[in-house]
């Protein structure tokens, strides 16, 4: 049996799972890769942190030179996060001729071409599995399986930590906060969790999907992006009482050769099986057009589900250590037209607080109409006071003309605050 020398550079969430995979599966890996892997250095911050996890003292280190100079360790496992050091420690890891696995999702969406570029000059690999999904195959997936296939659309619920909030705040209603603190508990949430509410680490995961399943560059800052801050246990009841749930949603979709890429809370139809994907889950609905409508479903986030991803990495190394392997990412120059936002149709949930007067809802369906807006259903919630709470749902519309409408009606001196609008994607459901 060979033996190969391993460095984790982290021992975080995702480090702890990588090192409970290694030591509770040791016999299967070392059968199914043919390697006995030692992990002989750690990189992290702080050796005296209390970590829960049984690990010799001395295979600590906080010098990421003592790792670098080590012509032993053939692999480096990077799941400290973030962009610097982490890119700084991978491409210097690649100079010196060790391959490299990462579940750095913002370090490849930000840093692709320079990572991508360097391990192919120096004849390493690079893996990066976990870094979208958690533990769901959908890197793999769409690099090998799926390679057969055009792509033509994605849609998929690709961060655990928002998903968890927003089904605890629907099922369980629990607050937003609460929800948030237990994501943090179980370890699903990035270091700042501002990463996963404002929705930029979905972003940086649909940059990388979209790269992958439309062979293209995308400049991750083109991604429309919105959070789910603004979500209020009242919307989630509006969504329920309309037959929808609302779910942050990354979507990929080819329109007229353009390519609409959008991060944003979306009402769903309670039926559809998106709609039923819980907690920590992810699951990345695809349409390829020889495979058809393909959903891959699994927990998006946590320490196991993405050290499973991340071992499974370090395997495929192994297996193929002699030779190169190939990655389609960033392989290519082609750039393709990001459609704008304002082109993008679909319904909407508007959400609105006015003053209760005569006309207002009058004047409200008037702005709409003028901006070829039309009205599916409309709710006024209230109890006589100064103030009420109208809800429009409206038919399918380019959002331009939403834009329009919005601007409007803030200006109208009886509306008192355009409290939500929520785009609805009413997907098929059978
Ligand atoms: P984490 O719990 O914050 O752990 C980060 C680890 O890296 C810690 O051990 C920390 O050391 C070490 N570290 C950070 N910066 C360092 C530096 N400059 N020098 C030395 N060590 C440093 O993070 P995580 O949740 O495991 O996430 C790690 C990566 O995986 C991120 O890229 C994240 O986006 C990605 N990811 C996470 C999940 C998840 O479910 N959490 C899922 C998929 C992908 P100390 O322990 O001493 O502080
Ligand atoms: N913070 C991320 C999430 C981790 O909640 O999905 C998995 O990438």
């Not at 003592?66 to 491409?91: F, N, Q, R």
């Not at 099986?273 to 479903?297: C, E, H, Q, R, T």
């Not at 082609?334 to 319904?347: A, G, I, L, N, T």
């Not at 599916?376 to 331009?400: A, N």
């Amino acid at each position: 049996m060979q033996k190969v020398k391993i460095a984790l550079l982290g021992l975080g969430n995702v480090g702890k799972g990588v090192w409970k995979i290694l030591n509770m599966n040791k016999d299967e890996i070392l059968k199914r890769s043919g390697y006995d892997i030692e992990i002989s250095k750690i990189l992290v911050r702080d050796i005296n942190k209390e970590r829960n996890l049984e690990v010799p003292k001395e295979l600590f280190t906080t010098n990421f030179e003592e790792i670098i100079e080590d012509d032993s360790i053939e692999i480096l496992v990077e799941v400290m996060g973030g962009v610097e050091p982490a890119i700084d420690y991978m491409l210097q890891g690649m100079r010196r001729k060790k391959h490299i696995v990462t579940a750095n999702k913002m370090a490849i969406a930000t840093n692709a071409e320079i990572l991508f570029k360097t391990s192919r000059e120096e004849g390493v690999m690079f893996h990066y599995e976990g870094s979208v999904g958690g533990g769901i195959p959908i890197i793999h997936g769409l690099n090998d399986n799926l390679v057969a296939n055009k792509i033509e659309e994605v849609i998929g619920i690709i961060n655990g930590t928002t998903n968890y909030i927003l089904t605890k705040m629907t099922h369980e209603k629990i607050s937003f906060r609460e929800a948030l603190a237990e994501a943090q508990n179980k370890g699903y949430a990035e270091a700042d969790p501002t990463s996963d509410v404002e929705a930029f680490d979905a972003v940086y995961k649909l940059c990388i999907l979209s790269s992958l399943a439309f062979d293209t560059v995308v400049n991750v800052n083109s991604i429309y992006r919105e959070g789910i801050t603004n979500i209020k246990p009242i919307d989630i009841e509006y969504a329920r009482e309309f037959g929808y749930v609302i779910k942050l949603l990354g979507i990929i979709k080819e329109v007229n050769g353009e390519l609409e890429l959008r991060v944003h809370p979306t009402m769903i139809p309670a039926e559809h099986p998106l709609a039923n994907v819980n907690d920590s889950f992810n699951a990345i609905f695809l349409k390829g057009n020889a495979v058809g409508d393909l959903m891959l479903y699994g927990r998006g986030a946590g320490e196991l589900p993405t050290g499973s991803a991340v071992v499974g990495d370090i395997v495929s190394i192994l297996r193929n250590k002699d030779k190169f392997a190939y990655h389609t990412y960033l392989e290519n120059d082609q750039y393709r037209e990001v459609r704008d936002m304002e082109k993008v149709q679909c319904e909407y949930y508007i959400r609105i607080t006015v003053k209760d007067k005569p006309g207002v809802l009058g004047e409200i369906s008037s702005i709409f109409g003028e901006n070829n807006v039309s009205i599916l259903s409309v709710i006024q919630k209230g109890k006589r006071e100064e103030q009420v709470s109208l809800v429009f749902i409206t038919h399918s519309t380019v959002e331009q003309n939403i834009n329009n409408s919005i601007n409007m009606i803030s200006a109208l001196e009886d509306s008192e605050k355009i409290e939500n609008v929520i785009r609805i994607e009413n997907l098929a459901t059978n």
